[in-house]
């Protein structure tokens, strides 16, 4: 195996990186306390291709892979994972919902404007009482007069108030369980759909998280997404997609925690020298560094797996729950080497230290992915 990036790919990541630390730190903080939404730094993002980084040309994408859109995550997320999530729910779950499960010509009508920046997307899945438990959903869907008329709730949803389109899992046959689940295409504006309440937040403050609220919302039949009753066996494959993007989001995170504490602990002088110089300090370093390296391996396996279009349900698993996990081990032990400078905003520990806690409970708890991991091993 080749664990190094091709001179492109280092090109991506290097052109990241700068736009990153140019054009999104120098306002994460404010961003953050303000729980503002950066759709101006998103639409710049789709300008230079990155909203898109996994389509084909031929629908307006950048025709690159996931090992590219794993680095760009990566990079995104290590300054602001607010950013990388907004980025990873818009690419890897809406936009790929419709690569996956769509027709031409919902792919042709879409994927361009999705791509661009010109439409920002959001995934409709997780309801107030169906988390974990996709099958218990409520939001319903029946066919009446023409159309397709959805009823319901959805929570929790990335990017819920600024999506122009959204892609929601809703019951088709209730008397079925997963297998009355279908996909459905809502455009912002249609009638009887609306935005509910905006989350506040502990972490990740910058991205939208929103209520999403169905009254007799009518849309075309047209709009129906893969097979009727076929809406949960697409949304477990592209949270295949999703759960690589997660475990980008946490390594991101991580590193970003990680450079933190290293550079602190290089300026910061106690008992007449750097606490870089103390083994506990050292010792703690060497952990962080190599649990990063470790998740970043699992994270391109998944990645390099997906773009030989194998399954990577597994693999998907493997990099999400351990590389969520070590991003909240690293962002604690960054905030313990800082010491008390690790509790206030003053630095950036303390945001990462909120943030990266949602990467062990998003598409997918780490509990679930233990289960899913389990499962694929007793086939075997």
């Not at 990740?204 to 009753?229: H, Q, Y």
């Not at 106690?270 to 083994?279: D, L, P």
């Not at 391109?300 to 194998?310: I, L, S």
Request: with cysteine; charged share 25%; glycine share 10%.
């Amino acid at each position: 195996m080749d664990f190094q990036l091709s001179e492109e790919q280092l090109h991506l990541k290097h052109m990241v990186r700068e736009f990153a630390e140019r054009e999104i730190a120098p306002h994460v903080r404010e961003w953050d306390e303000a729980s503002r939404f950066p759709l101006e730094t998103i639409k710049e993002l789709g300008h230079l291709g990155l909203m898109g980084i996994i389509f084909p040309a031929e629908y307006g994408g950048a025709g690159m892979g996931y090992v590219e859109y794993v680095t760009a995550i990566d990079e995104l997320s290590r300054v602001d994972g607010s950013v990388g999530i907004i980025v990873a729910a818009h690419t890897s779950l809406c936009s790929n919902h419709i690569f996956v499960a769509g027709n031409e010509d919902q792919k042709h009508k879409y994927i361009p404007k999705l791509a661009s920046g010109e439409f920002i997307g959001a995934w409709a899945l997780t309801e107030p009482n169906s988390g974990s438990d996709a099958g218990g959903a409520r939001c319903s869907a029946v066919r009446k007069g023409g159309k397709w008329v959805l009823n319901g709730t959805k929570t929790f949803i990335t990017n819920g108030h600024y999506a122009d389109v959204v892609v929601v899992i809703a019951v088709t046959d209730k008397t079925a369980g997963t297998h009355g689940l279908s996909a459905f295409l809502v455009d912002k504006g249609a009638p009887g759909f609306k935005p509910g309440k905006k989350e506040d937040k502990l972490g990740l403050r910058a991205s939208d998280t929103a209520e999403l609220i169905f009254e007799d919302c009518e849309i075309p039949l047209a709009n129906l997404v893969g097979k009727e009753g076929d809406g949960f066996i697409d949304a477990m494959r592209v949270l295949d997609g999703g759960r690589i993007s997660i475990a980008a989001l946490g390594l991101g995170m991580a590193q970003g925690a990680f450079d933190c504490a290293l550079k602190y602990s290089q300026r910061r002088k106690q008992f007449g020298r750097a606490i870089s110089e103390f083994q506990a300090i050292q010792y703690k370093l060497a952990d962080m560094a190599t649990e990063i390296e470790a998740g970043r391996l699992l994270t391109m396996r998944a990645a390099t797996t997906k773009d030989a279009g194998r399954k990577t349900t597994l693999e998907s698993s493997m990099a999400k729950l351990y590389t969520s996990e070590v991003a909240v081990r690293v962002a604690n032990e960054a905030v313990q080497i800082l010491g008390g400078y690790g509790f206030i905003k003053d630095y950036p520990a303390e945001k990462f230290y909120r943030d990266v806690k949602l990467c062990t409970i998003g598409e997918g708890t780490s509990e679930i992915q233990r289960m899913v991991i389990a499962r694929q091993l007793l086939k075997r």
